[in-house]
């Protein structure tokens, strides 16, 4: 069996993936990568970071990288897979605080969002109704205006 580690950092060959078709190279990049962790780690839950999926995909999806270095992070159940030189930021579960609220101050707090939405639709209203008498008139084409004095002889 495999020592147990928390850290490691290993090069991943990905020559395999240049046998492939040329529109499929860098997903089965993702595909070897993945592969080699496990192998790695005996963890089938992987997670790749945004700054490894973009080296892959760096040079488009036809040249992909032939080699790539990574640090591999194994928690309990879940191998996380980073840049060497990355800063490796933890989401924190943060859950929203629900606060119990009375039928009554739902209500007021619908109310006072309408008023003013209204208000704002109000004032872009005013708004639009000042941006039309600002406008000049069209200037008529002579065409337009030789029509015009055709018809009022």
């Given at each position: 069996m495999a020592k147990e580690f928390k850290e490691k950092i290993i090069t991943i060959n990905l020559r395999k993936t240049?046998?492939?078709?040329?529109?499929?190279?860098?997903?089965?990049?993702?595909?070897?990568?993945?592969?080699?962790?496990?192998?790695?780690?005996?963890?089938?839950?992987?997670?790749?970071?945004?700054?490894?999926?973009?080296?892959?995909?760096?040079?488009?999806m036809y040249n992909c990288p032939r080699r790539i270095t990574v640090k591999i992070i194994a928690d309990k159940n879940i191998a996380r897979v980073y840049l060497p030189d990355e800063k490796i930021v933890e989401k924190k579960d943060t859950k929203k605080e629900t606060t119990k609220t009375t039928p009554e101050t739902k209500t007021t707090s619908t109310k006072e969002e309408k008023k003013t939405t209204t208000e704002k639709k109000e004032d872009k209203k005013e708004e639009t109704t000042e941006k039309k008498e600002t406008r000049e008139p069209k200037k008529e084409t002579k065409t337009e205006e030789k029509t015009k004095t055709e018809e009022k002889k």
């Open positions: 240049f046998n492939k078709p040329v529109t499929k190279r860098a997903k089965s990049a993702q595909h070897f990568l993945k592969k080699a962790v496990t192998k790695e780690t005996r963890i089938e839950q992987i997670k790749i970071s945004n700054g490894v999926n973009e080296t892959l995909w760096e040079r488009g």
